[in-house]
């Protein structure tokens, strides 16, 4: 979403370290290239001029301050950062849970800004801290909106309050109003109402939100507005807060290639946060919003603490443990583990979003846009094509053996030879951490073709060139991919 912002903050930032000492005219430079770059990227003009004043005066301000010595490049950094975080609304709010359940909370927007599917994301969220979210079905004017809600709750087992077809039919305040009744009634402690939108704002979406609002008085009124939709989205959300009022802001569609200026205008511009957002169709592309994590990405500096939350939820305590011990004891490390580790890195979701989340990933643009998430699967099915006493000795796999795993998991023969190959590399590399020696770099940890990514070479690393050809293999397959290679 933010690519080309962070690409433009990047060489604005860059140019500003290449620079010894930082005058008054570096400053005023510096402010007039971040102003394009953020009308450029849709950002309100009100919202720009405000954080380029901010900017402007604390990096002045403090350019007098400066002591010998001092990095004033990244000063000036740190002071871009803290407005940047500002902007986007300081720090993260979480949902206010009811003294006396059920906590109710009902989305309100456009239509096609992705409400339904939100609150399939939202109720499996809760539902995974333990909560017994109810989804009711209030919107009963859009085609098949019943039973789009209806499917999501069937996939993510949450169960739907939905006594209208819809597509038109029945009284939507009603229906909200009895679904609130029937989570009491039935002990869900969390309602999550789904309410129409329009292709526009008018006076008819307004005062039926208005009167579900009125009805049920929700803890929490969510607005969920597309990212995509640009300038519009301030307009849109201040028709809605006045209309309606709202709590809160869920950006949905914040995967796509459009150029994100919402984010930095809403939460600014009608003084209420941005919740969460939603960065993918999964069920699970979903997070918290939180402010610094969010500057940090659009300064380039990546979003290690998310992709860290995501690795804890997705590998097992008991699986983490047994990992460690393992290797504390001196054992192998097996295709077995091998496996469990693809899992666990399958549950993270696309690699190519936990490659952007790296500092500098906003810089690796093209490579990232290379990795092959399929490969993760294809790989997965080559060690579970292979039997218990294969993957905890690979020694054994002879040409008969690979044939039949080749053939097992829909592949070449030379893909199982290469993950073979590269898995032994990484046993090696295990080893000589084991006993305290420094591991050669290796490519792909056992993956086929590197899992589909470049292999990340440094110098420093790189073997010296002793002027000997290195020999070619005589086996076809191996020749071809070590020239590949």
Known sequence: MFDSLTQKFSGV???????????????EKTCQEIHQALLESDVALSVVNEFIEIVRTRSLAALGEFQSGTNQASAIFEIINAALV?????????????????????????QGAGKTTLAGKLAKYFADQGNTPLL????????????????????????VFAPEPGNGVGDPVKVARDGVSFAKAKLHNMVIVDTAGRLGVDAPLMKEAKSIADAINPNEILFVVDAMIGQDAVKTAQAFLDGVGFDGVVLTKLDGDARGGAALSIAHMTKRPIMFVSNGEKVDDFDIFYPERMASRILGMGDVATLAEQAKK?????????????FA??????????????????????????????PGGAQMKKQIANVDDGEIIRTQAIVQSMTPLERRDPKVLNGSRRARIAKGAGRAVSDVNSLVERFAQAQKVMRQMRNGGTPQGISGMGLPGGMGMPAMKSGANKPANTGKKKSKSGNPAKRALEERG
């Open 13 to 27: 930032l860059a140019s500003l370290r290449s620079k010894g000492k930082i005058s008054t005219s570096d400053v």
């Open 86 to 110: 500002e902007i986007l609304g300081n720090q993260a709010r979480r949902v206010r849970f009811a003294k006396n359940p059920p906590t109710v909370i009902m989305l309100a927007g456009l």
């Open 136 to 159: 009711v079905a209030s919107d009963l004017q859009r085609p098949n909106a019943v039973t789009q809600l209806q499917v999501v709750g069937e996939n993510i087992g949450i169960p």
């Open 314 to 326: 997705a590998i097992d305590g008991d699986v983490a443990a047994k990992m460690e011990s393992k």
């Open 329 to 358: 004891s001196g054992e192998d490390f097996t295709l077995e583990d091998f496996l469990e580790q693809l899992q666990a890195l399958s549950k993270m979701g696309s690699m190519s979003k936990m490659l952007a989340m790296l």
